[in-house]
């Protein structure tokens, strides 16, 4: 009772990144608020999946194993993680924000009537004290997000309702096993209680969904195109770049919804967030949007025409020039100089 | 169901107060851009299908009634405009709350909504009136492929594939920015619709043309509702039907750092690769 819930996010099998990430947050949550963590798991043929959950700090597993859960539909995880979560009342929920964290997370708010924050990037724990009735609580969960395209930084609270219930976007959070992993205790969902005859009625016609093949996170050198770029032409420049550096091409929102780019590659609140060693923004003007999600970057190489570009404060060298003049020209001194 | 929002993608110096607060006066209020690839859905179903109808229901001040209008231009039939103070702080499931409700009574077979609006980001309304009206979801729509007497067959894009599924009617799809781009407004209906209204707007027009033929002609009046028009629990709107509370605001502000300023010159690009490869920045 009162414990974390985790749900737990499968990608072919194996657990999605982000469900990693939320389970390393949702420990040190627990750890402070004296509570048990607990993963949820909605799957088919999931067994063995506990020991990664476990190492990265699952007390409890609670599992369902049934073909209808996978692949993921909307209706049947509503329902079971619903009646779970009335049997369980956990205090607080943590999702992934990904499509099906996105999808489903909502409906689960709707139906306990408690509210539900939209990918928050950070999350503590704190009092708070309501400035209409005066009324104080502890151990709240405070949850982080930027609002309003990022120009500002909320806190939300959720007092009366439970659970608090939030998601994270993958990327946004660390994700690191615990030093002296204990076995997961697993339980079994008694889901076959908490499901309607009606949650069965949309079916999966056909789906296509290809592995996953571009992993910008874990890059040291990121080169990354805005709408300065120009084109979908002149956005092969950052590969070319990227290329001979030995980088991975990244994208702000502008550039990805210009067409540039495809959206795996945005860096950003509504993207990934990365921490590479050399980050090369070309084309980039900096809003608070992208930056978000990079300003972590060890060192920031900014080329804009516009010199007083806002990426121009964060960065640490600041070349005033056109992408197509500068990065041919960076790609040829590399080559020179790197022998 | 669609939304007025502010335009948070050309944020300009005014758009935040000294206090720190948003300067909503100071950003231009736009029809939220998924809305548009979901009024395009919509708008197809009614062309491929006779006799249908395409409504649009927004919850907002009296100008949002500026969207349910450009909607019209584009081919919608009319629209809904909840508008109330008391509707005022709704997070989204007080918003969905209330829309729920005000579907419940005008009844639809297809709720259709944008993604996600561009000022909150949050996607969470289309499946939280789904929920609330105990109707199937198709979230991240793209394509309707086929519409059969009780169902529907709709085309989903995912982050790394697409996914193509059957649901029942009634349901609600919520659609992706991928979708089909919104048509152009069509001069015979701007001609039409251009004096459509809500009550409350044509207060201050009385005495004017626009008055005259609002009164005439019923195609022109939008339906204004407010929270007393609705069959709803007033504690589960705006503000008190809220579970989630604001309790902090920060102003995002660079941190000042002085960077380290080049030009494109041979020279300095030459010098920066140099400085970069001695570092071991660059291998």
């Not at chain 1, 969960?141 to 930084?153: C, K």
């Not at chain 2, 089909?180 to 004096?195: D, G, I, S």
Request: charged share 25%.
């Amino acid at each position: 009772m009162n414990n974390i819930f985790v749900y737990i996010e499968l990608e072919e099998g194996v657990v999605a990144d982000v469900s990693l990430e939320l389970l390393t947050k949702g420990r040190e949550l627990a750890s402070k608020l004296g509570v048990k963590l607990e993963a949820v798991l909605l799957g088919h043929n999931v067994s063995g999946v506990e020991k990664t959950l476990a190492e990265y700090g699952a007390d409890t597993v609670w599992c369902a194993d049934d073909e209808l859960f996978a692949p993921f539909r909307t209706l049947p995880h509503t329902s079971v993680m619903c009646g779970l979560i009335k049997a369980e009342q956990p205090q607080i929920v943590l999702f992934g924000a990904t499509p099906v964290g996105r999808d489903f997370a909502p409906r689960v708010s709707s139906a306990l009537h408690s509210g539900l924050t939209a990918d928050c990037t950070q999350l503590e724990i704190g009092p708070h004290k309501d400035a209409k009735t005066g009324k104080e609580y502890e151990n709240l969960l405070y949850q982080i997000r930027p609002a309003f395209g990022g120009n500002i930084i909320a806190t939300i609270v959720n007092p009366d309702c439970r659970p608090q219930m939030a998601t994270v976007r993958e990327g946004v959070m660390r994700k690191e096993p615990v030093a002296e992993p204990k076995a997961a205790e697993v339980k079994p969902i008694a889901w076959k209680e908490y499901l309607k005859p009606e949650d069965l009625a949309v079916t999966i016609i056909d789906r296509q969904i290809e592995s996953r093949k571009i992993d910008i996170k874990g890059a040291n050198i990121i080169v990354a195109g805005g709408y300065g770029m120009g084109s979908k032409e002149g956005f092969k420049l950052c590969y070319d770049l990227a290329e001979v550096l030995g980088g991975e091409v990244g994208a702000s929102r502008a550039a990805v919804d210009a067409g540039f780019c495809e959206h795996e590659r945005q860096i950003g609140q509504t993207g990934v967030t990365v921490r590479p060693k050399l980050y090369i923004a070309c084309g980039i003007s900096g809003q608070i949007q992208h930056t978000a999600g990079m300003e972590e970057s060890a060192m920031i190489l900014s080329i804009n025409t516009d010199a007083n570009a806002p990426i121009n404060k964060i960065a640490d060298y600041a070349i005033t020039g056109k992408v197509e003049e500068v990065i041919p020209k960076m790609i040829k001194y590399y080559k020179q100089n790197s022998k | 169901m669609a939304k007025q929002v502010p335009d948070t993608r050309n944020v300009g110096k005014d758009a935040m107060t000294p206090e720190g607060t948003v300067n909503r006066a100071a950003l231009p209020a736009i029809f939220n851009p998924e809305d548009l690839n979901a009024l395009e859905l919509a708008l197809r179903l009614k062309d491929s299908a006779e006799g249908s109808t395409v409504h649009i229901l927004t919850m907002g001040p009296q100008r949002a009634a500026d969207i349910i209008r450009d909607a019209m231009f584009r081919g919608a039939d009319g629209g809904y405009l909840l508008s109330d103070r008391k509707f005022a702080g709704s997070d989204t499931l007080a918003t969905s709350y209330a829309l729920s409700c005000v579907l419940k009574e005008i009844g639809a077979d297809i709720i259709v909504a944008g993604r996600q609006a561009i000022d909150g980001d949050t996607a969470q309304v289309g499946p939280q009136v789904a929920e609330k009206l105990g109707l199937p979801q198709i979230t991240y729509a793209e394509e309707v492929i086929e519409v059969k007497t009780d169902t529907i067959v709709v085309r989903r894009r995912l982050e790394r594939g697409v996914e193509t599924v059957e649901s029942p009617m009634p349901v609600v799809i919520t659609v992706n920015a991928s979708a089909a781009a919104v048509r152009p407004q069509n001069a015979r209906l701007v001609m039409k619709y251009k004096h459509a209204m809500v009550q409350s707007e044509k207060a201050a027009k009385e005495g004017t043309l626009s008055a005259e033929l609002f009164e005439q002609r019923d195609y022109l009046k939008i339906v204004e509702l407010t929270a007393a028009d609705i069959d709803c629990d007033e504690m589960q709107l705006g503000l008190n039907g809220s579970p989630t509370k604001v309790k902090k605001i920060e102003n995002v502000v660079f941190q000042a750092k002085e960077a380290k300023r080049l030009t494109s010159s041979d020279e300095d690009i030459n010098e920066l690769m140099v400085e970069l490869i001695a570092g071991h920045t660059l291998g």
